[in-house]
């Protein structure tokens, strides 16, 4: 998978809107913290001034006290410096718990923002991604979409919780209490400060060199991700051509990438954050220089300690911050590009619909069809046929003559690129909604995909409108009721991930009862009896027998023996139709359909004639 390029800018003032959308709903919220980030930054500098006091007021106990405090402290005119100790102490501690109050307000309602911001973006997210257009599928490494749907959506919660909102409490708080600072002594600010400038540079080095390695830790956890993914999934196939170590060697190859990426970012914190304190102690060491050899009061030394420490503290993790705002904001633009993405199935918004009556009678109409999965790289090329309402019609034709092209754009699972499909003479883009058009075909597919959970979850797909007993009665339609019950537990029995615990007959059989379930009017059996074994295949061949009667029917088979019934025959061949005709038919003529027959035919007399 080829690494993005990821923006250097900070602040995208559009990505930054389009995030806002998802917080307009939690307003509140949202305002709430901004108001404690403010008042926060103008009470942090408070508590200094007051141990200033404090101290001073303890070496000389004819220091005057402000008015204002006095009446706050509650203090008698001629007080004593034991009622002010006493006082001023009890004030602190009741300040200190309502500074720690909001500090928790803030943090936690800064965090709930985050994690609901998530939650409706993931919710976002995933609705979009279940309306791509299939093929957005077959060139997107699933990794990746789930990537961006987990690990990428989180990252953004963190521009509210650890980004944003965290980093202008924290410029703020460095603002107003160096405005504090250069009001009570500008000269002894300015000697505190002298190595500022240092820890400037080296905050902007930092917060470069981390960015940098956390872009490539974030492209290694997309290819991480989309490597486990596949991997894991095609497993046997791995084993079976006993491929462990050169697929390991991959994967130990991709880790590295993303170990070493994280080992940069920990060597650039493993040099800041000493240097921040470096830098805090010679800050430290000249004003105490300064103060002394001034001769200046003691309690101003101990409020610029204070001070000084108040702005180290946040600038030790304001470039960390800002990291974590740029990671989010990458994120956010990876996110909303699959927002952006325009490949969907959309609905028809045409108000001159044609009215369609449901349930459909089943007439089908392909119209010089023309379709390509990428480019103008045709798979189906001048597609015509009518299959009528009833009829059984059977598709044939070597591996990727077609065949299952033209069932996925049956289902509108694909954009045609020219021509017209129709089923009762309406064009299927004027099905409103898409789920009228596929909940009135049935279809049964040569690769099974089953999901974790019961029987009954992978029949009725959670669907809660329908009934145990319906699902029951379709499976005694095939026999697969007698099966079903005599798993452990019945139709709750949980088939594991991909139907791990049912062998391949007995998942064909299961998903030829979801497909029956909904009595579709169209039935589509795309080598539906190719994968299973000759008992499993004569209760399918039965139910198919009483299924296609007054139902259209669409057959995808290599054995021809199955098709011999249908009514018509399309043969088909790097994806043009051939030949059309019954079983007889196209024997009597000789062309490919007989030659695919002699095929087989003289295959099964040589597997015969082997075995015996």
């Given at each position: ?14 990505l ?11 307003g509140?919220?949202?305002y ?6 403010i ?5 942090t ?36 410096v034991f ?12 300040f ?22 998530v ?47 965290p ?21 002894v600010?300015?000697v ?15 917060k ?11 492209n ?5 991700n989309a ?18 170590e ?19 970012a920990?060597?650039?914190y ?17 004003l ?7 001769r ?51 609905q ?34 001048d597609?015509?046929?009518s299959?009528n309402?009833?009829?059984t ?22 954009f ?46 959670r669907?809660?409108l329908?009934s ?16 079903i ?22 998942r064909?059989l ?44 669409i ?46 035919f003289?295959n ?9």
């Amino acid at each position: 998978m080829a690494k993005e390029k990821d923006s250097k800018k900070v602040f995208d003032i559009s990505l930054i809107k389009r995030l806002f959308h998802f917080v307009r709903p939690y307003g509140l919220f949202f305002y709430t913290s901004l108001i404690l980030a403010i008042l926060m930054a103008f009470i942090t500098p408070f508590r200094p001034y007051l141990i200033q006091l404090t101290v001073n007021k303890s070496v000389n106990p004819k220091l005057a006290i402000p008015e204002w405090l006095q009446s706050i402290l509650r203090l008698e005119q001629n007080h004593s410096v034991f009622q002010f100790i006493i006082n001023i102490t009890i004030f602190q501690i009741i300040f200190l718990v309502l500074e720690s109050a909001m500090r928790f307000a803030f943090s936690f309602i800064t965090s709930w923002l985050g994690q609901n911001v998530v939650k409706d973006l993931r919710v976002t997210v995933y609705k979009k991604i279940m309306s791509f257009n299939l093929s957005q599928f077959d060139k997107t490494p699933i990794g990746t979409l789930t990537t961006r749907t987990i690990n990428d959506i989180e990252s953004i919660n963190d521009i509210f919780s650890d980004g944003l909102i965290p980093i202008v409490a924290d410029l703020l708080t460095i603002v107003i209490t160096l405005i504090t600072m250069f009001c009570m002594s500008w000269k002894v600010a300015l000697v505190s400060l002298a190595p500022f400038p240092f820890l400037i540079v080296a905050t902007y080095l930092f917060k470069e060199s981390v960015n940098a390695s956390f872009v490539k830790v974030r492209n290694a956890v997309a290819s991480l991700n989309a490597f486990v993914q596949e991997h894991i999934t095609g497993m046997h196939i791995v084993q079976a051509f006993a491929a462990e170590e050169r697929e390991f060697n991959k994967f130990n190859k991709i880790n590295k990438e993303h170990r070493n990426a994280n080992i940069k970012a920990i060597f650039a914190y493993s040099v800041f954050f000493p240097f921040v304190e470096l830098v805090l102690a010679i800050s430290t060491g000249l004003l105490v220089w300064w103060v002394a050899d001034n001769r200046l009061d003691a309690g101003l030394l101990v409020a610029f300690i204070l001070y000084l420490n108040q702005i180290f503290r946040p600038l030790r993790v304001i470039a960390d911050k800002f990291n974590v705002l740029q990671m989010g904001m990458i994120a956010a633009e990876r996110v909303f590009k699959i927002l952006d993405n325009e490949d969907i199935l959309p609905q028809n918004k045409n108000s001159n619909l044609p009215f369609i009556n449901y349930p459909l009678k089943g007439s089908i109409d392909f119209e010089n069809v023309w379709f390509a999965y990428t480019n103008e790289q045709y798979v189906l090329k001048d597609i015509s046929f009518s299959v009528n309402a009833g009829e059984t019609i059977a598709l044939v034709g070597h591996t990727g003559s077609g065949k299952t092209s033209i069932i996925s754009l049956l289902n509108r699972l694909y954009f045609i690129n020219k021509g017209v499909i129709k089923i009762d003479g309406v064009n299927i883009d004027d099905f409103l909604p898409i789920e009228k058009l596929r909940s009135s075909i049935g279809v049964v597919l040569q690769d099974v995909f089953l999901f974790s959970g019961s029987v009954m979850d992978n029949i009725t797909l959670r669907n809660p409108l329908v009934s145990r007993e319906s699902v029951i009665e379709a499976a005694k339609m095939i026999g697969m009721h007698d099966f079903i019950m005599q798993l452990p537990g019945g139709y709750d029995y949980n088939v594991m991930e991909r139907g791990s615990t049912l062998s391949l007959g007995q998942r064909q059989l299961i998903s030829f009862v979801r497909a029956l379930l909904y009595n579709p009017s169209i039935l589509i059996m795309d080598e539906a009896t190719s994968s299973i074994d000759t008992e499993s295949e004569l209760l399918i061949q039965h139910a198919i027998d009483t299924l296609i009667t007054g139902r259209t029917s669409i057959v995808i088979a290599h054995r021809l023996s199955t098709i011999r019934k249908a009514s018509k025959i399309i043969v088909l061949d790097k994806g043009e139709i051939k030949e059309i005709g019954n079983h007889e038919e196209l024997l009597a003529l000789g062309g490919l359909y007989n030659k695919l027959h002699e095929m087989q035919f003289d295959n099964y007399n040589i597997n015969t004639t082997s075995k015996s």
